[in-house]
C-alpha cells in the first residue's frame, strides 16, 4: 500500500526562484516512484476474478515495480513486457521483488509495448493494466496531488513530469475535486515531446521514435487517450526540458535535498529551475516522481559536480505549449475508454 510522502523545502532554491517551493517527495514512496499509487488503486479495483488472473503491463520500469508489488500484496502473479535495454537497476528490483515475475523483453525499433502486452493479455487470459490509459491507475497517480493540496491549499502551481500522461491528468482531476484554482504544468523532455506537440495542434498525434533521452521513463510516442482528454482541456501549460537541465535538476536535488533522483523524477525539477522567471506567482509544488536510479548511471549524468544555484545562469527557454483554451471540466474520475 501506498504511504503518504512529504513536502520538502529549502532555503536556497526557494531563494533563486524568489518563492516559496514545496518538493513532493515520491522518490520516498514504496518501490522508489509513484507509480504503486496508480497500481495498487487499479488492483483494488479490479474484480476478485480479475486479480485472479494476474496481470499484465507494458512498462520501462517504475510502473513495473509498483505492479509486481501490488500484485504480490494481493497474492497474484505478474507479467511484464520491458525494453531490451531497460535500465538495470529496474530489472533487478522486479525480480527482487517477486522471483516469480514474468519478464518479457522486446526491441524498441521493432516492437510496440502496448500492442504487445494487450496481445499476451488476450492470448494468456490476463487482466491488463496500463501504465496510463486506466480510469483507476489515474486516480491513484491523482492521489499525489490530493495529498499536496490538502498540506498546501495554496499553491499557485503544481509542476510534473509528463510521459503517457497518468500523473498530470490525475493531478487535473485532483485540482478539480478540491475546486482549487492551482494550475497544473506539465513538464516533458524535448527529445520526447509527443504531448506538448499534441496539446498544441488538439489532437493526439504519434511522433517518430523519440530521440534517445536520459528520461528513459518518459519515452512515448504518443499520449495515452484517457489521460489525453484530462490534460489537453485541464493543463495550463506544458513546458520542454533537454538532457543538460534534467541532469543539472538530478544534481541540485542532491545538493539541496539529498534526493538521489532517477532522470525522469527530476523533470519537473529542471522545469522549475529553467523556466523560473516565468512560472506563476506564489507558492509552487513540484513533483519529484522517482529515484530508481543506479549510483553508477546517477554519478556518470551529474559528472561528479553539484552546479550552484545561479538564476543568471539560466538559458532562454524552449518554447512552450499554449495554455489549454478551453475551460476544464468539473469531475471527480477519468471518464471511460471509448
Known sequence: MAVRTPLRTDAAVDALVGRR????????????????RGAFVALAAASSAQRA???????????????????????????VVMPADAPRVHRAAIKAIDHRTKVIHYDQN??????LAQEIAYRDRLTLIPAANHASVIAGAGTVALEMLEEAPDLAAILVPIGGGALAAGTV??????KSRVKVIGVEPGAAADTHASVRTGRRIQIKRPAPTIADGL??????????DIIRQGL????LVSDRDIAEA??????????????SGAVAFAGLIRFAAQLPKGRLGVVVSGRNVDWTTFAGLTGGSLPRLDSTAN?????????????????LAAPEAS
Open 250 to 263: 538530478m544534481a541540485l536535488l542532491w545538493r539541496h535535498y539529498g534526493t538521489t533522483a532517477e532522470p
Open 110 to 115: 521493432e516492437a510496440w509495448p502496448d500492442a
Open 315 to 331: 538559458p532562454a527557454p524552449q518554447q512552450a505549449a499554449e495554455p489549454a483554451k478551453r475551460p476544464a471540466r468539473r469531475g
Open 53 to 79: 488472473a494476474g496481470v499484465v503491463t507494458a512498462s520501462s520500469g517504475n510502473h513495473a515495480r509498483g505492479l509486481v508489488h501490488a500484485a504480490r500484496l494481493n497474492k497474484t502473479s505478474a507479467t
Open 21 to 36: 517551493v514545496l518538493l513532493k517527495a515520491e522518490d520516498q514512496q514504496h518501490t522508489g516512484s509513484y507509480k504503486l
Open 236 to 239: 495550463a501549460d506544458i513546458i
Open 173 to 178: 482531476l485532483a485540482a478539480r475535486q478540491l
Open 219 to 228: 519515452r512515448q510516442t504518443e499520449p495515452a487517450p484517457i489521460p489525453f
